[in-house]
């Protein structure tokens, strides 16, 4: 079994801060993590994803997220936070053996102030 | 746009009605997957299909029932609903099988109103 805990489910940062957003994965086999970004209103959109090799993945818009085996997590980071980041982000998981499907974390929704 | 098209985009129906969601995939990619969005749950999956079989089942309930047809487009039939089922429900689709190294795409999902 496979599991997503998202720290905070709202995190607050100024224009130009550095948004740091957690997740921390629970499997019993070598995970496929990704971030998802949903805009109001809007479906879910690939922000990245961590398969095999660099655990440092880089993604659009300036984010990335840097996968910690020995912590069982991976969080997304972007340096310098823009009024057009405020959205609701989703970390989740699957499975490296068999057929796979997402699991998903509760969600964070960043607010960016100006 | 991420290719993936859901109909209708909002619904509104009473307790107790059936309804149907479509969903049509990306070009090219054969598998589909069905989620429901609520405050309560969160993103739950419900069922996946591939090449018009069920590949993997999730958290759906009987009242609720999913197709692939051969022109694999989807669609999620909800039945006896209740006022808990109202939802966003997102259809998502990806070329292979399984969601290691796939990247799914999702749709922009049909709002389920149940009054």
């Known amino acids: 079994a496979q599991s997503v805990t998202q720290l905070g489910s709202h995190v607050s940062v100024s224009e130009g801060a550095l948004v740091l957003l957690r997740c921390n994965y629970s499997?019993?086999?070598?995970?496929?993590l990704f971030w998802y970004v949903q805009y109001p209103n809007q479906g879910l959109q690939l922000l990245l994803k961590y398969t095999t090799g660099a655990t440092l993945v880089k993604g659009i818009n300036g984010f990335e997220a840097e996968f910690k085996k020995s912590e069982t997590s991976f969080h997304l980071t972007k340096p310098s936070a823009h009024m057009s980041d405020a959205a609701e982000y989703f970390c989740a998981v699957s499975t490296t053996s068999g057929y796979s499907t997402l699991t998903f974390g509760k969600g964070t929704m960043l607010l960016v102030s100006p | 746009d991420s290719g993936v098209t859901q109909t209708p985009k909002h619904l509104i129906t009473a307790t107790g009605q059936r309804v149907t969601l479509r969903c049509s995939p990306r070009s090219g990619d054969l598998s589909v997957y069905w989620y429901q969005q609520s405050l309560d749950q969160g993103l739950q999956f419900l069922i996946q299909?591939?090449?018009?079989?069920?590949?993997a089942k999730g958290n759906i309930l009987e009242r609720f029932s999913a197709q692939q047809f051969p022109d694999l487009h989807s669609e999620l039939n909800l039945s006896s609903l209740e006022l808990g089922d109202s939802a966003l429900y997102f259809c998502?689709?990806?070329?292979?099988?399984?969601?290691?190294?796939?990247?799914?795409?999702f749709g922009e999902g049909s709002w389920l109103t149940v009054v």
């Open positions: 998502a689709s990806s070329v292979g099988a399984g969601a290691s190294g796939n990247t799914i795409y």
């Open positions: 499997s019993s086999v070598p995970p496929y």
């Open positions: 299909y591939y090449n018009g079989e069920e590949r």
